[in-house]
Nanobody
Framework: QVQLVESGGGLVQPGGSLRLSCAAS????????MAWFRQAPGKEREFVSE?????????FYAESVKGRFTISRDNAKNTVYLQMNNLKPEDTATYYC??????????WGQGTQVTVTT
């Protein structure tokens, strides 16, 4: 069983930055692709970014965050990060970390809230 714990959310002004972290335990982190999703109130959960397993040589981003967000991983710390720059009010959501153990997103964290407002 893989446990995922997100942190780093908070309240920030437009144009500001946050770095989300997701610490994994209970599995072999290096073998998992890792991704971030987000869900705003009244909306469907949506894909944000993904990083491939092992070295993380491949990364993927939603068009809405491309150029502003950066995903990375530290296998020594069993942690995946999401650096979010130039935040916009429409980035306000609960952000979830997920691990791709098989072909699906098999495990999910509890989420961390990001609020972008003046």
């Amino acid at each position: 069983q893989v446990q995922l714990v997100e942190s780093g959310g908070g309240l920030v002004q437009p144009g500001g930055s946050l770095r989300l972290s997701c610490a994994a335990s209970g599995g072999t982190f290096v073998r998992y692709g890792m991704a971030w999703f987000r869900q705003a109130p009244g909306k469907e959960r949506e894909f944000v970014s993904e990083i491939s397993r092992n070295t993380g040589s491949s990364t993927f981003y939603a068009e809405s965050v491309k150029g502003r967000f950066t995903i990375s991983r530290d296998n020594a710390k069993n942690t995946v990060y999401l650096q979010m720059n130039n935040l916009k009010p429409e980035d306000t959501a609960t952000y979830y970390c997920t691990a791709r153990v098989t072909t699906d997103y098999d495990y999910w964290g509890q989420g961390t809230q990001v609020t972008v407002t003046t």
